[in-house]
């Protein structure tokens, strides 16, 4: 998962934005991790990269959405 939040941090645009809420005004961001099913939704705010979730991809959809508002 470092290495993960490793690429974050170095191309944060090069993540796709999460497909429910690319037309919001939220514009989340998701990475896929490679060993397990998880993924991480983070935000590029303006001055650093806010994680909001690293959540299962299938388990509970969209249940850290509240954080990012």
Avoid at 37 to 66: D, T
Wanted: no cysteine; net charge positive.
């Amino acid at each position: 998962m470092s290495s993960a939040l490793a690429r974050i941090g170095e191309v944060p645009g090069a993540f796709p934005s999460w497909p429910t809420t690319s037309a919001a005004s939220l514009h989340i961001r998701r990475a896929v991790l490679d060993r397990f099913p998880y993924v991480i939704a983070f935000e590029v705010r303006a001055e650093h990269l806010l994680v909001l979730a690293i959540a299962h991809a299938k388990r509970r959809p969209l249940y850290w959405l509240s954080r990012a508002l």
